[in-house]
């Protein structure tokens, strides 16, 4: 039986360097492969490289008359395509010459599966930075495809789906325009559609991925990801639990306590000492997951992990959503309510320093 795949690649900025090695990829036999080149800037200049390869059948162009984001320029590919199964690629990744062969084998193997989680590769850390952001672990869903025979969710830099099982299913416009939440909200959506069948993992789908800003430190978007995992919470509740405050979540409880009179130094210190903890904290998670790691390297991690907390946190502000600080989310799918019940080296570190803190604090203020 005949494979029905077809490839949709959301593009702001069409670059032939990426885009072409997707077009041309190899097809495997015994399937039917078409390729949706979604462009959501209608001003964006598309190289003639590209556009001879267009001729409607095997390669479709679509140009959106306005920017519709990233959820936007996906719902649109798979509004125009019509294949079995939709292969969602970023438009700046290069593809394994085996990429479709890798998937097409899935298929067959796994005939009943819902979808596949293929694997993005990154470089070789090329900054300080770089190894920041390996060691927060904040890319671990990009290289979950080694680690893991199903998962619930993927980045949808390179990830498959069958498309009977989406039913109405589709990336929100809720989240931000230019990603961060949409992906976890939209396998989740799939997954409990499909009574709880995960994502099957197929590592030889592989794709390579390059350092975001040529590697050097860049912190908006971590934020913006914050801002959309923000709604993870309304839109799912059955995957929250609370837990205990994060450091954006105490220094903004702390704030509320510098007006109360003789109280302003000593939070003041307190603020600074809790900065410190972070600090110190993330450095013995971090040389613990990789020793030898720099002081540099631990100092991007404690801000990378500020960025994006503070950015879930003024999402949840932004909509007057205060009973939700402190709630976390499982994006792993896992349905536990059992609250404050989550410990890593990270999270022992800062809860064993805080008390002292609060003492020295404390002890500062007692007359002598």
């Not at 070789?124 to 060691?135: H, P, T």
């Not at 030898?292 to 932004?318: C, E, I, M």
């Amino acid at each position: 039986m005949t494979a029905s795949i077809d490839v949709i690649i959301p593009s702001f900025r069409p670059d032939e360097r990426y885009l072409l090695p997707v077009l041309r990829l190899k097809r495997p036999a015994g399937t039917d492969i078409r390729f949706y080149l979604v462009i959501d800037d209608p001003g964006a200049a598309v190289p003639d490289s590209i556009r001879g390869l267009v001729d409607n059948q095997t390669v479709f162009l679509l140009i959106n008359d306005k920017n519709l984001g990233a959820a936007g320029a996906r719902n649109r590919g798979i509004a125009a395509s019509s294949g079995e199964w939709l292969l969602l690629l970023d438009d700046d990744v290069l593809p394994d010459e085996v990429l479709l062969e890798a998937y097409a084998h899935a298929i067959k193997t796994f005939s009943t599966a819902t979808g596949f989680i293929g694997l993005v590769r990154f470089p070789e850390a090329c900054s300080r930075f770089c190894e920041a952001v390996l060691a927060s672990g904040s890319m671990d869903i990009f290289s979950i495809a080694e680690r893991r025979p199903t998962f619930a969710w993927a980045a949808t830099a390179n990830v498959m789906v069958r498309r009977r099982t989406m039913g109405e299913i589709r990336f929100s416009s809720a989240f931000p325009a230019s990603g961060g939440g949409e992906d976890v909200d939209f396998f989740l959506n799939l997954m409990t559609r499909n009574k709880g069948q995960r994502l099957y993992c197929v590592p030889g789908a592989a794709v390579e991925h390059p350092w975001w800003n040529n590697g050097r430190p860049g912190y908006k978007r971590p934020f913006r990801y914050g801002i959309g995992n923000s709604l993870l919470g309304t839109l799912h509740p059955q995957f929250t639990y609370y837990d205990f405050l994060n450091t954006p979540e105490t220094l903004l409880l702390l704030c509320l306590l510098l007006p109360v009179p003789g109280w302003t130094v000593s939070v003041l210190v307190l603020m600074g000492g809790v900065l410190c903890i972070e600090l110190i904290a993330n450095a013995v998670q971090v040389l613990k997951r990789y020793p030898g790691s720099s002081a540099a390297a631990v100092y991007y991690t404690a801000l990378l992990r500020l960025a994006q907390d503070t950015g879930v946190l003024w999402g949840k502000l932004r909509r007057g959503q205060f009973f939700r600080i402190g709630e976390r989310f499982h994006d792993d799918g896992r349905i536990q309510k059992i609250n404050f019940y989550h410990s890593n080296t990270y999270r022992t570190v800062k809860w064993l320093l805080y008390p002292v803190l609060a003492i020295a604090v404390a002890m500062c203020r007692t007359p002598s």
